[in-house]
Nanobody, 123 residues
């Protein structure tokens, strides 16, 4: 079992950067694929990016490709999401989640979720 806690959200201006962290408890963290999702008010939760167990493979949604970067440090049981060139449309609650099965872009395939961290980008 894995417990996830996100941090690093906040209020920024368009063009600014933020780094989110997803800290996990449990010895099996390194065995899980970790995904980031986001949910804006009145919208469904959407896929942002995913990273493989070792960190060697990543996959980004088109909306963040080239602006966001995911990484993980299995020694620290932490996944990071570096968000650059933020836009107002990036405003959402950001969640990290863990899974052992795909497709990795689908929320239904994730077994463990954090509580989320709010990111607000003003124009």
């Amino acid at each position: 079992q894995v417990q996830l806690v996100e941090s690093g959200g906040g209020l920024v201006q368009a063009g600014d950067s933020l780094r989110l962290s997803c800290a996990a408890s449990g010895r099996s963290f390194k065995n899980y694929v970790i995904g980031w999702f986001r949910q804006a008010p009145g919208k469904e939760r959407e896929f942002v990016v995913v990273i493989s167990e070792s960190g060697g493979s990543t996959y980004y949604s088109d909306s963040v490709k080239g602006r966001f970067a995911i990484s993980r440090d299995n020694a620290k049981n932490t996944v990071y999401l570096q968000m650059n060139s933020l836009r107002p449309e990036d405003t959402a609650v950001y969640y990290c989640a863990a899974t052992n099965r795909g497709p990795y872009t689908d929320t239904i395939n994730y077994d463990y979720w954090g509580q989320g961290t709010q990111v607000t980008v003003s124009s």
